[in-house]
């Protein structure tokens, strides 16, 4: 896969079950946010596919829930913190009492009540990032991708979203990129290290490629 006339990522090869949780690092520049975007079919690979399978069959796509990196978001653009989350509701059929009621509980989920009516070009790093994390889970997604969830997330807050993740990861699959792995490797089931190529780790400490063999 090429960006910007450079190899991003070469020789990929990832399978991903139902039920899994990958905890995925590596270095800045060294690929996860464009496999994250490939898996999401957001970028189309320069070699070979992304194949979805659903009940043994492959489909055409799959309920994703997705948080990007904050600094994809324009800020900029007149939009509230309830109509940010309720966008996670697009294309589900729900009656307007229940689309109401789920769109409050997550805005409660993620600790934003009292911001509801805020436009996000008033909020923090922190605040914006709850918001865009209650847009991925709102519609209770089959697969949920979360790249750097914990980017610019208050100390107070980080722990909140630990159990937000705990709790997801009893029925979801989840595929999450961070540096904070500590907490993060005892929840997941796999490792992943993307440097330009993928490698799965499994050692206790997986920072860097060379302790994967420990």
Not at 152 to 175: H, M, P, S, W
């Amino acid at each position: 896969m090429q960006w910007d006339n450079r190899i991003a990522l070469r020789d990929v090869s990832l399978s991903v079950d139902e039920g899994d949780f990958l905890a995925i690092t590596g270095p800045n520049g060294g690929g996860k946010t464009t496999l994250l975007r490939i898996i999401l079919k957001l970028l189309t690979p320069t070699q070979g596919d992304v194949l979805f399978r659903s009940g043994g069959n492959i489909v055409k796509d799959l309920p994703i829930g997705y948080l990007p990196q904050k600094n994809m978001i324009d800020q900029r653009f007149p939009i509230s913190v309830e109509e940010v989350v309720s966008s996670g509701l697009i294309g589900e059929k729900l009656h307007k009492d229940e689309k109401r009621a789920r769109v409050e509980d997550i805005i409660s989920l993620v600790g934003l009540k009292e911001h509801a009516h805020r436009s996000i070009g008033n909020l923090s790093g922190g605040q914006l990032q709850r918001a865009l994390l209650g847009r991925a889970i709102i519609s209770k997604p089959q697969v949920l991708v979360l790249d750097e969830p914990l980017s610019y997330v208050d100390k107070r807050f980080e722990g909140k979203i630990y159990e937000i993740v705990a709790e997801l990861a009893k029925q979801t699959t989840i595929l999450l990129v961070s540096h904070e792995m500590s907490q993060i490797s005892t929840m997941a089931n796999r490792h992943i290290i993307v440097d330009q190529q993928l490698h799965e780790c499994h050692a206790t400490h997986h920072y860097i490629r060379t302790e994967c063999d420990k």
